[in-house]
């Protein structure tokens, strides 16, 4: 048995396979006679590892150990070799044995061997060669050319599959040059981007669509919230921009977002996103009323408030789906969300059951800019928002019309959309700056029935210019961010029922009160998104927001079940909601606000809102002062005339004249001082808002 273990004994070096494929040396620690097996010990990451292989497998892989090969050369070798040649003979195969093969991986045993391989020219010219010179090189020639082959038969099991993973990798390479390159004949390479287009593409290729269609059930939702997507404008196919949206099915919006690795690759980041509907960019304005604004109509004939927002980026197309085809100044108001509302209004109070009610209807259009109100019916007049002793907002001085019919919704519309505050922006030319509030209200026998409000809010990404250098501006975005948010939290509020609502935290929830409380209040929300990669910053933000306002009731049964997180957070209102009786609501409210939304609200960014809050506040204040003021000298002249004119007769009461003017001046004095220290109040005031606006961290806070 010894001999089928050819040239195998303990100690020797052998070449094994792992079951990985990998290829390296191993000690033979011990021969299995039973099995014809060999066990093998290899040091492997510092710690020792063995294994059992058959012989079979050594002599593939070790065909200079095999026993056939052993026979092979002796015939060859006798005839010339003298006793010290087969010693040296002998010696030099145990040790080419023993030795590793790879010169790659030189281990310990290397420095044992390699002097022996390396060193055959320089140890036999120096020693050997002076007795004598003629015999030996032919003896070690023979030997040599040996080893060379058999060095060669070892080295090329390993080489082998070496070999292999070159040919794959160099096969591998060509198909994907010959795929550039085919791809590079198919596709326009002046679009900045067409490796993204070629990824969206085959993503896109690989997805299963099922739009909306009108055939599709109109859900009934307290809270509905909705996406529309816009086609690529004008501006957008100049730039040859891509289209990173897609709308696979009713309820589902994709955004394809590139990325960049380190190594500068790029890819796509495919983000997910679930709402009620889904409208892609070929859906009319039609079929998104029919699907979002339209199941509320019959909500006010109820005695209800509905409410509908449009919201998103600048140029999204927000004011295209509330006021119809726009394009500059022309309007075709009878496509918009509003003329169709209309429209169904007229058409509801034909039915039998709503026509014996006798109930009128009246439209206003307003809007709310930087914290103001404007009536856009009345040559946009400034109104003020107060509250009743009712707890009822009231904006006083607003004008209600009468309509009869769609036509005199459509006149006020576009007198109201004429003097609407718009401004230019990067994103469009004529970029609506305002929350636009156009309400259709019933009334019978005077007193309210119902009311519809459609909001068209202002673009979402102005939030970010809270740190913008100008103070309008700067003004204008803390504004309406801090608008957005409250909106959020009060429809939010509204889904779960909470105890307070945030409604004082902004002018625009402060004036849509009455919609975000009581039973039968139902809101709809559109948001509108740019398909363009240059806007997929804004687009993920509006999708974000919406969806943060979904969430609380996508699944109702949380509230339901008795979460505990969900409890306590209903605890924490309702101990605030005792503490609420405090000297400013409006700021308490802005802090709850905060409170709710810290990963968008930095503290630097609160105490920026509370100083905007303070300067409105103390703006109102002072044009409020200064207009009594105005009218106490107008009376402080009638009285000034008189005296004047008492002094013209001939034997005038010289101490009452100065009696009279040492009151009017008194009075004069102590009003105007009064008005003066408001004033300068009021500059402090905006002194600190400026400095706040200096601190805010530009990292932490991101556009709504």
């Known amino acids: 048995m010894a001999s089928a273990f050819g040239k195998l004994v303990v100690g020797t070096y052998v070449e094994i396979k792992r079951s990985d494929g990998r290829i390296h040396q191993a000690m033979v620690t011990s021969l299995n006679e039973d099995n014809e097996s060999v066990t093998v010990e290899w040091i492997e990451n510092g710690d020792t590892k063995g294994k059992e292989i058959d012989l079979e497998s050594i002599f593939a892989l070790n065909p200079d150990v095999a026993p056939d090969e052993e026979i092979a050369p002796s015939p060859e070798t006798p005839p010339p070799p003298t006793p010290t040649c087969v010693k040296v003979n002998k010696i030099a195969k145990n040790r080419?044995?023993?030795?590793?093969?790879?010169?790659?991986?030189?281990?310990?045993?290397?420095?044992?061997?390699?002097?022996?391989?390396?060193?055959?020219?320089?140890?036999?010219?120096?020693?050997?060669?002076?007795?004598?010179?003629?015999?030996?090189?032919?003896?070690?020639?023979i030997a040599q050319t040996q080893q060379q082959l058999q060095n060669a038969r070892r080295k090329s099991n390993c080489v082998k599959e070496v070999e292999k993973l070159q040919e794959k990798r160099e096969r591998r390479r060509l198909q994907q040059q010959e795929l550039r390159e085919k791809r590079a004949q198919e596709v326009d390479t002046t679009i900045p981007n067409y490796e993204i287009m070629y990824m969206i593409r085959d993503f896109r290729a690989s997805l299963d669509y099922r739009p909306l269609t009108t055939a599709d059930l109109i859900?009934?939702?307290?809270?509905?919230?909705?996406?529309?997507k816009r086609p690529l404008n004008k501006k957008e196919l100049t730039m040859k921009d891509l289209d990173v949206i897609t709308i696979p099915s009713k309820d589902v919006v994709m955004v394809h977002e590139p990325k960049q690795k380190v190594d500068l690759t790029r890819y796509l980041e495919n983000q997910t996103f679930r709402f009620d509907y889904a409208f892609d960019d070929s859906t009319t304005n039609e079929m998104v009323y029919?699907?979002?604004?339209?199941?509320l109509v019959e909500t006010i004939f109820e005695r209800g408030m509905a409410t509908c927002f449009a919201y998103g980026q600048t140029g999204s197309g927000k004011t295209h789906t509330m006021g119809g085809d726009f394009s500059g100044k022309n309007q075709d108001c009878s496509k918009g969300i509003y003329a169709l509302a209309a429209r169904d209004v007229f058409l509801m109070l034909k039915k039998p059951n709503y026509k014996k009610l006798d109930l009128q209807v009246y439209a206003t259009f307003f809007e709310i800019y930087s914290g103001k109100v404007f009536d856009l019916l009345n040559r946009k007049a400034k109104l003020r928002v107060l509250e009743d002793g009712k707890q009822q907002v009231q904006v006083v001085g607003l004008q209600e019309k009468e309509v009869k019919c769609t036509e005199d919704v459509l006149k006020l519309i576009e007198v109201g959309n004429s003097c609407r505050t718009s401004g230019q922006t990067s994103a469009n030319a004529h970029s609506s700056r305002s929350h636009a509030v156009f309400q259709i209200i019933l009334r019978r026998k005077g007193k309210m029935h119902g009311k519809f409000s459609l909001i068209d809010l202002a673009g979402n990404e102005r939030g970010a210019d809270t740190s913008s250098a100008d103070r309008q501006t700067r003004l204008e975005g803390a504004e309406i961010n801090k608008s957005l948010l409250a909106l959020k939290e009060c429809i939010r509020a509204l889904g779960r029922n909470k105890p307070h609502t945030p409604f004082r935290a902004s002018k625009l929830t402060q004036v849509l009160r009455d919609s975000f409380i009581g039973e039968n209040s139902r809101t709809c929300m559109i948001a509108t998104i740019s398909p363009g990669m240059t806007s997929c910053e804004n687009t993920l933000n509006t999708l974000r927001y919406a969806n943060r306002v979904k969430e609380l009731t996508v699944d109702p049964n949380q509230v339901m079940e008795g979460g505990r997180p969900n409890i306590h957070t209903v605890n924490q209102l309702d101990l605030l909601d005792e503490e609420w009786l405090s000297i400013s609501p409006q700021r308490d409210d802005l802090k709850l606000l905060c409170e709710q939304n810290e990963e968008e609200v930095s503290p630097q960014l609160f105490t920026f809102h509370e100083a905007v809050s303070q300067l409105v506040e103390m703006e109102e204040q002072v044009l409020e002062d200064h207009r009594a003021v105005f009218q106490e000298s107008i009376r402080w002249l009638e009285d000034e005339k008189v005296l004047l004119e008492m002094t013209e007769e001939v034997d005038y009461d010289v101490e009452s004249y100065a009696t009279q003017l040492e009151q009017i001046l008194d009075q004069k004095i102590e009003i105007l001082t009064e008005l003066r220290d408001k004033v300068k109040s009021f500059r402090s005031t905006l002194q600190e808002e400026e400095q706040a606006s200096k601190q805010i961290n530009p990292k932490r806070p991101r556009a709504l």
């Open 96 to 141: 080419r044995t023993i030795a590793p093969t790879k010169n790659d991986n030189p281990s310990r045993d290397n420095n044992r061997v390699i002097p022996t391989r390396a060193r055959p020219p320089q140890p036999q010219q120096p020693e050997p060669a002076p007795p004598p010179p003629s015999q030996q090189p032919a003896q070690p020639t």
């Open 219 to 228: 859900e009934e939702h307290r809270i509905c919230v909705c996406v529309r």
């Open 290 to 295: 029919r699907f979002t604004a339209r199941p």
